[in-house]
């Protein structure tokens, strides 16, 4: 059995709302919708890789604010270990580099996309989901300074 593939992704937020793009016709996931993200590189920390991956996919730059709880999934022919952030842009640029469209939805509304399969179980993990309805919210007074990324 192989080692499960380390991934980042990042569940921008803005104004009560949740970045997710969609995967074109032409990727191994079409039509297919996720938290923006990818594969950690040998020597990267969590953060270092989830930064270089927004910047090429989304040509933005990212502010980190709070790590989720990982979750590990098994795709036909390989497992993912998927380590999720929510984060802000740190600027309002937004360019797809890698997918065909993407929306600002409301976190009760995420259940309706058609999300990829590792996403929607993070979300469904642990505190996962609260978690990121208190930050949207702005009930995350609970978090203190030595617990922020």
Same mark, same amino acid.
């Given at each position: 059995m192989r080692l499960p593939i380390e991934v980042v992704c990042a569940l921008i937020i803005d104004r009560n709302m949740v970045l997710i793009v969609q995967h074109g016709k032409g990727s191994k996931h079409?039509?297919? @919708?996720?938290?923006?993200?990818?594969k950690i590189h040998e020597g990267e920390s969590s953060g270092e890789a989830l930064i270089r991956e927004i910047r090429e996919e989304l040509g933005a730059a990212l502010k980190i604010l709070f790590p989720l709880q990982p979750v590990d999934f098994m795709y036909p022919g390989k497992q993912v270990h998927l380590i999720p952030f929510i984060c802000h842009l740190a600027d309002n640029q937004l360019v797809l580099h890698e997918h065909q469209d993407f929306r600002w939805v409301k976190v009760e509304e995420l259940f309706h996309y058609d999300l990829l399969p590792a996403d929607r179980k993070m979300l469904e993990t642990g505190d996962n989901f609260h978690?990121?309805?208190? @930050?949207?919210s702005g009930?995350?007074?609970?978090?203190?300074?030595e617990q922020l990324p």
């Open positions: 079409p039509g297919k @919708w996720e938290f923006p993200g990818g978690c990121l309805k208190d @930050w949207l009930s995350n007074q609970r978090l203190t300074e």
